[in-house]
């Protein structure tokens, strides 16, 4: 069995000197949260109770992944550590920058971290079996590597009805499509009505693919451009959008039969009058 512990040893590490650390998604989203704002994730895992992180000198930080698999992010240093008894006003103004909760003044001590560039050509690419939801969120056991993803993948494609993409994703599907197969060749396969959900303003936007690439064709047009042609996302940012299937219809559906499933979806969730549809 391959595991984290004998790749931190092929990198020159010793894995007794580690804590491994699978982040949940409670105050934070930690993967899109380390892809958007590397910041904001190191000052929200700095703080801890009390010890938590014994007398590591490092941590190999994981976020959740599919089921009860653990997404590799890379690997901090504990270089100081701050007991709450002697925070300052500063550290207050600290977290309300990061928006973290401010009890955690009250209730936490602070890990100085600071990032370990090794191991970072693994960073979003190496899995690892965490196990069950009950299992603790910080140990030094050593994990399973289930999979080390290739270059730029996001990882397989599982169904459609789990079809939830943000932009960057997106993105990547399109401009690698070696290493995203899977969903290429799932994406391509199909014609229906789709869902682009704008995180900021929640308001949303349906719209169908038919042509020869399926949702596959029509999503790398947004890919391209963020808008896909559409006015009324034009002026939005499309590092908002978010992009998930609503329903699959039969290859042999006429565009007329589509265009009128389409519709459907537009009047059942309103987006006409409260969403990004102006016809």
């Known amino acids: 069995m391959f595991t984290f512990h004998r790749i931190l ?3 020159g590490h010793d894995p007794r000197t580690f804590k491994l650390v699978r982040h949940g998604n409670k105050e934070i989203q930690v993967h899109k949260t380390f892809m958007k704002n590397v910041a904001r994730l190191e000052a929200y895992q700095s ?16 976020a959740p992944y599919y089921k009860t698999t653990a997404l590799f992010l890379g690997i901090w240093d504990i270089i100081g550590y701050t007991e709450g008894k002697n925070f300052s006003t500063k550290t207050l103004d600290f977290l309300k920058g990061h928006e973290l909760p401010e009890n955690w003044f009250y209730d936490s001590d602070q890990y100085e971290l600071e990032r370990n560039k090794s191991l970072s050509d693994l960073s979003e690419r190496l899995v690892i079996e965490w196990g069950r939801a009950t ?16 270059e730029q993948s ?22 690698f499509p070696e290493t995203n197969l ?17 995180k900021v303003s929640g308001k949303i936007y349906v719209g169908s693919a038919y042509g020869e690439s ?22 939005l940012n499309p590092d908002n959008f978010h992009f998930s299937i609503l329903e699959i219809v039969p290859a042999t559906s006429t565009i007329d039969s589509i265009i009128d499933c389409e ?17």
């Open 9 to 11: 040893e092929i990198y």
């Open 47 to 62: 703080f801890q109770k009390p010890n938590k992180f014994g007398k590591a000198s490092s941590i190999a930080v994981f």
């Open 135 to 150: 299992v603790a969120w910080v140990q030094s056991k050593d994990k399973e590597v289930v999979e080390i993803k290739a």
């Open 154 to 175: 996001i990882g397989d494609f599982h169904s459609f009805s789990h079809v939830d993409l943000d932009y960057e994703k997106l993105k990547k599907i399109m401009q």
């Open 182 to 198: 899977t969903w290429m060749n799932a994406l391509s396969s199909v014609i229906g009505v789709y869902l682009i959900r704008d």
């Open 214 to 235: 399926g949702i596959y064709g029509r999503w790398s047009q947004y890919a391209q451009n963020g808008h896909g042609g559409n006015t009324a996302l034009k002026q």
């Open 263 to 279: 519709n459907r979806w537009k009047e059942r969730l309103g987006t006409r009058d409260f969403g990004y549809n102006n016809n």
